[in-house]
């Protein structure tokens, strides 16, 4: 879980407007009259035949809109179609976006000179790629929102697609409710859900503190529901309307998609019926840039040759097999037909309100987000177990400051899978002999079996019931915390998000052990680069400083926060894991 305090934009958004223009200016030279174009060879060939022989065009389109850029081809080929007094022959191969953008970096000498990928953001990500080829966007061939398709089950918990939801409500919904599985399309590999995922932090964002407890859920619960692409994560619906089916957890009953791709799902016999929900505060769109590849090598022919296609896709006819194939204008212009076959029930909720697409550094922050989300976790969770944990918390019925924070955080283990490692320490001057500290149940996979057949998870559990302050015990920190750190660092897992969390109530009263500033500067030593843990402390309690606990978080690459009711901190973890996450 990675940062996302990505910018919300208030109200009703605008699309930003792209850059439309074809690099090559002698090709823009021959747009301007039919006179001209008819000179140059843009029109259809009078006598039915090539002059100059045949140009070919290679495209590398993103699967769902190769279908009609090689209706557009073969239209051109069957209408003897001209370029400079050639027959124009384009011929279009599906490649999914994320796999091009990323072999830019690698291929000398690609083997297209068009690439159409479903969103901008792959172009962007592209031109990031070190020794990538050069790409230029010249405009879109083609538009579609990204919405949530619920299943009936789910669209009947949501209230009819004709219900005005916000991205943060629907992700909030999908939190409390087991109707509403939704899975999505791994966002590494699918704009759909990356752009959602941006909305769905944008839109949460204005929903203060609870805002990112709310995005960091929701990408854990799609994050354990995803498929391998747009095409495959809509084989996970429920097969038919049986019980069965409609309870099968490994069924999803929402989606995020396309309207497009919700458009090709209902145009197959049988598929399971859809309702599409346009949030209120806005949809991102799939825009479909044609985008030339390495156009410094491109010559005159092949320049204009693919101007000549982008204006056939932008003519009349290529306007209407936008609308056959499920797709919208580049303008994202609403039409009715494809609306009602996606499953809109309403085509004012779909032509209500289009986001702006997310700017690069937003994009780094929702895939960071995301890289630390799927990754497993491993924690070390330290409780303070001091005698002022047995203080009674106004508002909460005479519960104590403990009760409370063990059931937060019984609260907050529901939410790790079984591969997630998590171990409890808890601590208190002299709590283990001449020690401030005591393991409890060590960190291990969540899902392993005891001898007893008891899990690790079950283990935990009856750990943290078990949570009591000691009586006239002090908050022995600085020490446990200096061995919390090394056992993190030294028990380090790769691949995983290792971190160590502190929970404490109070500041440092052991007189034996250093003071702040040689805690601090010893974790600075014990840090590795390599195999970085960092310290998360939860400051909870009005004698809990954080002052203190700050400088000795930040050392390790960590936070500190303060937790006014101790009922918020699973919300809280939650919020700075998603934080410290982005490395």
């Not at 002698?26 to 045949?54: F, S, Y």
């Not at 091009?100 to 962007?124: H, K, N, Q, R, T």
């Not at 391998?228 to 084989?235: G, N, P």
């Not at 899990?455 to 019931?465: D, G, N, S």
Request: aromatic fraction near 4%.
């Amino acid at each position: 879980m990675g940062r996302h305090r990505l910018p919300a934009a208030p109200g009703p958004a605008r699309r930003r407007p792209r850059p439309r223009t074809l690099a090559v200016a002698t090709a823009l030279a021959l747009v301007g009259a039919a006179g001209a174009a008819a000179a140059a060879g843009l029109l259809p060939a009078l006598d039915g035949r090539c002059a100059d022989g045949t140009v070919r065009l290679r495209v590398a389109a993103s699967p769902d809109v190769a279908p009609l850029v090689e209706e557009t081809a073969a239209r051109a080929r069957a209408d003897r179609v001209l370029t400079d007094g050639s027959c124009l022959d384009v011929r279009v191969t599906a490649r999914p976006s994320h796999e091009v953008a990323a072999g830019l970096a690698a291929a000398a000498d690609p083997d297209f000179e068009v690439w159409i990928p479903d969103s901008g953001i792959w172009v962007e990500r592209a031109r990031l790629l070190p020794d990538a080829v050069t790409v230029t966007a010249s405009g879109e061939v083609a538009a579609s929102p990204v919405v949530l398709a619920a299943a009936p089950a789910a669209a009947g918990a949501l209230g009819g697609s004709g219900t005005a939801h916000t991205w943060a409500e629907l992700a909030a919904a999908g939190l409390r409710d087991p109707r509403l599985r939704t899975g999505a399309a791994d966002p590494l590999h699918s704009a759909s859900t990356l752009l959602a995922l941006g909305r769905i932090a944008a839109s949460a964002g204005r929903l203060g503190p609870d805002g990112d407890a709310v995005v960091a859920g929701a990408a854990k619960q799609l994050a354990q529901r995803t498929s391998a692409s747009d095409t495959r994560v809509l084989a996970t619906l429920p097969r038919n309307g049986s019980d069965a089916e409609q309870t099968d957890p490994r069924r999803n009953q929402s989606l995020i998609l396309s309207e497009q791709a919700a458009f090709r799902h209902h145009s197959r016999p049988g598929a399971t019926p859809l309702d599409l929900y346009y949030p209120a505060d806005g949809a991102p769109v799939l825009d479909y840039p044609y985008t030339l590849v390495d156009e410094r090598r491109l010559d005159l022919t092949h320049s204009r040759a693919a101007l000549r296609l982008l204006r056939l896709l932008g003519d009349e006819e290529g306007r209407r097999a936008l609308a056959r194939h499920g797709f919208r204008d580049r303008r994202a212009t609403p039409t009715a037909g494809v609306v009602k076959t996606a499953g809109g029930s309403d085509p004012r909720h779909a032509a209500a309100v289009l986001a702006e697409p997310p700017t690069g550094r937003e994009v780094q922050q929702i895939l960071a987000l995301w890289t630390i989300t799927v990754q497993n976790a491993r924690l070390l969770t330290v409780v303070d177990a001091s005698g002022s944990m047995g203080t009674q918390v106004p508002g909460h019925r005479g519960r104590t400051r403990m009760e409370i924070t063990r059931d937060s955080l019984l609260q907050g283990l529901a939410g790790f899978t079984p591969q997630d490692e998590i171990g409890l320490w808890t601590f208190a001057t002299r709590l283990d002999g001449d020690r401030d500290h005591r393991e409890l149940v060590p960190a291990r996979p969540l899902g392993e079996t005891a001898e007893d057949g008891s899990t690790r998870r079950q283990r935990l559990t009856a750990a943290f019931e078990a949570l009591a302050p000691v009586p006239d015990g002090g908050t022995g920190l600085h020490d446990t915390v200096l061995a919390a750190y090394r056992a993190g660092r030294d028990s380090y897992v790769p691949g995983t998000f290792n971190a160590v969390v502190v929970v404490t109530d109070g500041v440092n009263e052991d007189p034996g052990s250093p003071d702040r500033a040689a805690v601090v500067a010893r974790l600075r030593e014990l840090a590795d680069p390599q195999r970085p843990v960092p310290l998360i402390a939860l400051a909870i309690g009005p004698r809990a400083d954080l002052a203190e606990l700050g400088p000795i978080a930040r050392a390790t690459g960590g936070a500190a926060y303060r937790v006014s009711d101790p009922a918020q901190i699973h919300t809280v973890i939650l919020k700075a894991i998603t934080a410290v996450g982005r490395g």
